[in-house]
């Protein structure tokens, strides 16, 4: 399917589990994003990528880890599970075009985190 | 980190009146966008508005934006129970493209 694709749409795990979300695009875009949705705190950049095997922290990357070896993926990990890692989580993506300004973001449909 | 806060916080209008929402920031941005939530889906992008412009038009949506008082609003004409959802800011700062969002909007349109 084109666009961007998270996977998978519903989880729950237990604390202290390895849990990794995937994200798709098939757009080819070269920044991807992964964001958390909170109620009282709106959305928050956990991780971003500009390009492949670049990547960098956003606002609030503790306990969470990714890679992006090919351009459409970028997992997302989180290494240890925790209950304050429950919420919504949506993976973004972004064309670079050049220049001096930046395009808008396309996000996923989310994924939804639980964490017992 | 510099943040879209948005203004009002909840709208509850009728349908065919228009509905205006502000948004401020701290700091310097390259650009500053709009998307809306509906509840329980991810985001839709609604207008990108750079900072070297005033307006923007896009449909329905006109959003201005002022950067000496580093703030913007995005108005909604006639608006459709359609309209109803969660309407977000986000900024981008010069240097990279991080975008950093504000609280929302809860927008209600009543039939």
């Known amino acids: 399917d084109a666009g961007i694709t998270q996977s998978p749409r519903y989880k729950i795990t237990e604390t202290g589990r390895q849990v990794t979300l995937m994200c798709h695009q098939t757009w080819s875009h070269s920044y991807m994003f992964w964001y958390r949705q909170d109620l009282g705190h709106g959305l928050r950049l956990i991780y971003y990528?500009?390009?492949?095997?670049?990547?960098d922290k956003g606002e609030v990357p503790d306990g969470y880890v990714v890679s992006r070896s090919k351009t459409e993926n970028f997992p997302l990990t989180l290494e240890s599970a925790t209950r304050s890692q429950t919420s919504v989580y949506f993976c973004?993506?972004?064309?670079?075009?050049?220049?001096?300004?930046?395009?808008?973001?396309?996000f996923g449909p989310g994924t939804r985190l639980t964490v017992l | 980190s510099q943040q879209g806060e948005e203004d009002p916080q909840a709208l509850s209008i009728q349908e065919g009146e228009n509905a205006t929402m502000n948004c401020s920031y701290k700091?310097?941005?390259?650009?500053l966008q709009w998307y809306r939530q509906n509840s329980g889906r991810g985001l839709v992008h609604l207008i990108l508005?750079?900072?070297?412009?005033r307006e923007k038009h896009s449909g329905r949506l006109r959003v201005t934006l002022d950067t000496s008082k580093k703030s913007s609003s995005l108005l909604i004409t006639a608006s459709r129970a359609a309209d109803t959802a969660s309407y977000f800011c986000a900024t981008a700062p010069w240097g990279n493209n991080r975008l950093a969002f504000g609280k929302g909007n809860q927008v209600v349109v009543i039939p």
């Open positions: 508005i750079r900072s070297n412009e």
């Open positions: 700091t310097s941005i390259n650009n």
């Open positions: 990528s500009a390009a492949a095997d670049i990547t």
């Open positions: 973004a993506s972004s064309e670079w075009t050049g220049g001096f300004f930046y395009n808008e973001q396309f």
